[in-house]
């Protein structure tokens, strides 16, 4: 992980938590003393260095993220500095189409966006009933819906046609339970909360009979 941002040291705690070893790099001084703790190696170091990057092991590592967002020419000089060590798999992180581009071309194999998808992500949540939601591309979504009211008391069966509600359901929590995949005898009891799948549109819809 290199670059301790908001976006960088929350990536780097959520691998950690998933049982992940990290090293996570970063310029500033402070960063490096306020991450030491909470993860398993910082170094404080510059990463458009090929050389400090190649002597804190980076290249023993199969996928590294470079989370950097404030410095566009730090952003591009350490991807360059990553593919030309052969790093297998390089993450990085853009604030622009013209940014993604040129990370694209110097290197990087995946280029995200986590402002922009947050920001669409957080939209659809504002402005729908949907409780979360997670668009995949080519017009396809998952999302997580309380159960409508016309729906309580009967078996998930009767979501199964398509073409009467435009969604498949694909796992459903109970009150008091934990989710699990969708049974087609499962009755739905007030509160539950269900997956669905589908286009964007349809799923909004489905979020709306509730």
């Given at each position: 992980?290199?670059?301790?941002?908001?976006?960088?040291?929350?990536?780097?705690?959520?691998?950690?938590?998933?049982?992940?070893?990290?090293?996570?790099?970063?310029?500033?001084?402070?960063?490096?003393?306020?991450?030491?703790?909470?993860?398993?190696?910082?170094?404080?170091?510059?990463?458009?260095?090929?050389?400090?990057?190649?002597?804190?092991?980076?290249?023993?590592?199969?996928?590294?993220?470079?989370?950097?967002?404030?410095?566009?020419?730090?952003?591009?000089l350490t991807v360059l500095a990553l593919a030309e060590l052969g790093v297998p798999q390089i993450w990085a992180r853009a604030t622009s189409?013209?940014?993604?581009?040129?990370?694209?071309?110097?290197?990087?194999?995946?280029?995200?966006?986590?402002?922009?998808?947050?920001?669409?992500?957080?939209?659809?949540?504002?402005?729908?009933?949907?409780?979360?939601?997670?668009?995949?591309?080519?017009?396809?979504?998952?999302?997580?819906?309380?159960?409508?009211?016309?729906?309580?008391g009967r078996p998930l069966r009767e979501l199964a046609p398509a073409d009467r509600y435009g969604v498949m359901v694909v796992g459903a929590k109970l009150p008091?339970?934990?989710?699990?995949?969708?049974?087609?005898?499962?009755?739905?009891?007030?509160?539950?909360?269900?997956?669905?799948?589908?286009?964007?549109?349809?799923?909004?819809?489905?979020?709306?009979?509730?």
């Amino acid at each position: 992980m290199i670059g301790l941002g908001r976006f960088g040291c929350h990536l780097a705690s959520s691998l950690t938590q998933l049982g992940h070893e990290v090293l996570a790099i970063d310029r500033n001084g402070e960063r490096v003393q306020r991450w030491s703790p909470y993860l398993d190696r910082v170094v404080q170091a510059d990463a458009t260095e090929e050389g400090a990057l190649r002597q804190l092991g980076v290249t023993d590592f199969p996928r590294v993220v470079v989370a950097i967002g404030a410095s566009v020419e730090a952003s591009v000089l350490t991807v360059l500095a990553l593919a030309e060590l052969g790093v297998p798999q390089i993450w990085a992180r853009a604030t622009s189409d013209k940014h993604a581009k040129i990370l694209g071309s110097v290197g990087a194999q995946h280029v995200i966006f986590p402002e922009a998808e947050t920001g669409e992500r957080v939209a659809h949540l504002i402005v729908s009933k949907m409780l979360d939601f997670i668009e995949f591309g080519d017009d396809f979504a998952i999302a997580k819906v309380r159960v409508p009211d016309a729906l309580v008391g009967r078996p998930l069966r009767e979501l199964a046609p398509a073409d009467r509600y435009g969604v498949m359901v694909v796992g459903a929590k109970l009150p008091g339970e934990r989710f699990r995949y969708a049974d087609p005898g499962t009755v739905l009891a007030p509160g539950s909360v269900l997956i669905v799948e589908g286009s964007i549109a349809q799923v909004q819809r489905f979020a709306e009979l509730s």
